[in-house]
């Protein structure tokens, strides 16, 4: 108990060292001392949101709070590098099978770049980061290149990210355990829904307290989950062939090039993780190594999704599903272990997808409330946006079209887009003109990518729900 109070007391001395150095220096946000008082009354150490701070002096008072601050960061290489590929592995490691087979093996070449370019753009957030040590986050970030409105403007696509991604997510569930459960039956008379809507509602509500969780540590061990099934489910999948189940024969054609702009979207939401990045950045023991970890994790993540994608080809071939999982045999053991593994995934991920918007959600409430309150706030806003993400879910059930719209939409900006036109504004002038061409070549190529596969998306979309509801 007495430790506990020093540390109090000594995380309250240093906030007010912290509001004093930027009275000092004029800040604009000197006056902000109810954030301090906030990490105070949390026992946790201080996190106040001074980030927007444009003025040099200002920037230059806080650096040694800032580097108190960092100095409790005790994340290795090693560590680093698993969280990064935690992050990364998901969905995408389902999708490629299909995508590769749909856009010809060539196309492997498109998954190998974009994973080349988004290791680079990560690479760029760091430099960010660097340039400024109060940004904290991929927001801060966008605030401090564009202002108000970069910041409303990273927002508002990173949770279109967040929100399309668990619509994904909760498809994939849908379709998985109709494989699991083919042939059961259910009725219910006040409900007029399906056995499949039913066990998908159930597997949901069975995940939805994992939302009203608010230690980060229990999200990190869901991270884990995520990563063994991962583990599991590329196990389980190229030891296939092994149990008898398919021969390793089918020829991939060589490329389908009005498929390119649909699967782009596939292969670039696979590298969706750079929201989290700059937290991973801060977490480090040391930081510079950061460029390193996500050379080492696009790596690995690079090497799985194109071995599964030249392994689910050849197996299948054109019969290969938009998940890989339900193209393999249905009654072989190692297919209810690539299954189940399958379902379990989604079920990880819905805590550690909300997190960024449930940890903003409370920032934002008045804080005379106390930590339960805002815990049944923050319980009660998951609860229901879930909800809605099942209901649109069952009512939009084709994979394939919602990932890549994902990918084109929202993903393609936050991985590639966003990263150069942040770099290019927060360093300008310290850019050499090869630099500064190569940046702007991939936000072309970028947007360009972008728009071809969200118009192909759609379309794909629109045409299957409206055959879907005629029938």
């Known amino acids: 108990m007495l430790k506990s109070l020093r540390k109090s007391l000594s995380l309250q001395q240093k906030c007010l060292q912290h509001k004093n150095q930027v009275d000092n220096a004029e800040s604009v946000h000197g006056a902000n001392l109810?954030?301090?008082?906030?990490?105070?009354?949390?026992?946790?150490?201080?996190?106040?949101?001074?980030?927007?701070?444009?003025?040099?002096?200002?920037?230059?008072?806080?650096?040694?709070?800032?580097?108190e601050h960092d100095s409790e960061a005790n994340c290795s290489f090693t560590h680093a590098v698993i969280n990064m590929v935690g992050m990364l592995i998901g969905l995408g490691q389902l999708s490629t099978p299909y995508a590769l087979e749909q856009g010809g093996w060539t196309s492997a070449f498109l998954l190998i770049g974009l994973g080349v370019i988004c290791a680079y753009s990560s690479h760029l957030l760091g430099k960010c980061l660097e340039k400024n040590t109060k940004l904290r986050s991929y927001v801060d970030i966008g605030g401090h290149a564009f202002g108000a409105k970069g910041r409303i403007m990273a927002t508002t696509f990173i949770y279109m990210e967040i929100f399309?991604?668990?619509?994904?997510?909760t498809?994939?569930?849908?379709?998985?355990?109709?494989?699991?459960?083919?042939?059961?039956?259910?009725?219910?008379?006040?409900?007029?829904l399906s056995t499949l809507q039913l066990l998908t509602i159930g597997a949901v509500l069975i995940a939805l307290p994992s939302l009203w969780l608010r230690d980060l540590s229990s999200i990190s061990f869901l991270l884990t989950g995520?990563?063994?099934?991962?583990?599991?489910?590329?196990?389980?999948?190229?030891?296939?062939?092994?149990?008898?189940?398919?021969?390793?024969?089918h020829k991939i054609p060589l490329l389908h090039l009005h498929s390119?702009?649909?699967?782009?979207?596939?292969?670039?939401?696979?590298?969706?993780?750079?929201?989290?990045?700059?937290n991973l950045y801060k977490a480090m023991k040391d930081p510079s190594k950061f460029t390193k970890v996500s050379i080492v994790s696009f790596t690995l993540v690079t090497l799985l999704y194109t071995t599964l994608g030249f392994m689910?080809?050849?197996m299948f071939g054109p019969d290969v599903n938009s998940q890989v999982t339900l193209s393999m045999p249905p009654k072989l053991f190692v297919t209810k272990i690539a299954l189940w593994a399958t379902v379990v995934t989604p079920m990880t991920k819905y805590a550690l997808e909300f997190a960024p918007f449930a940890i903003q959600l409370?920032?934002?409430?008045?804080?005379?409330?106390?930590?339960?309150?805002?815990?049944?706030i923050r319980s009660s806003v998951g609860s229901f946006l879930l909800l809605v993400i099942l209901a649109l879910a069952l009512s939009v059930p084709y994979f394939e079209h919602v990932l890549c719209l994902t990918g084109s939409l929202v993903s393609v900006a936050i991985?590639?887009?966003?990263?150069?036109?942040?770099?290019?504004?927060?360093?300008?002038?310290?850019i050499s003109k090869p630099l500064f061409v190569l940046n702007l070549s991939i936000i072309t190529c970028g947007f360009l990518l972008g728009v071809m596969g969200t118009i192909s998306s759609s379309n794909l979309l629109v045409k299957h729900f409206l055959q879907a509801q005629s029938a």
């Open 164 to 169: 399309m991604a668990l619509v994904s997510y």
């Open 362 to 376: 409370e920032k934002r409430l008045p804080k005379f409330n106390s930590g339960r309150t805002k815990m049944i």
């Open 260 to 278: 390119i702009p649909s699967i782009s979207g596939l292969y670039i939401f696979s590298y969706g993780g750079h929201i989290v990045f700059p």
């Open 171 to 192: 498809i994939s569930l849908h379709d998985n355990l109709n494989s699991i459960f083919s042939g059961m039956h259910l009725k219910l008379q006040l409900a007029k």
């Open 312 to 314: 689910g080809g050849k």
């Open 34 to 67: 109810a954030n301090c008082i906030f990490c105070v009354e949390e026992t946790k150490q201080c996190k106040c949101d001074h980030n927007n701070i444009e003025d040099t002096k200002s920037a230059e008072g806080g650096t040694n709070l800032d580097a």
């Open 226 to 249: 995520g990563i063994l099934m991962s583990l599991v489910i590329f196990v389980s999948i190229a030891s296939t062939p092994i149990f008898g189940g398919v021969q390793i024969n």
């Open 415 to 430: 991985c590639l887009i966003f990263p150069c036109a942040f770099y290019i504004k927060i360093c300008w002038g310290q």
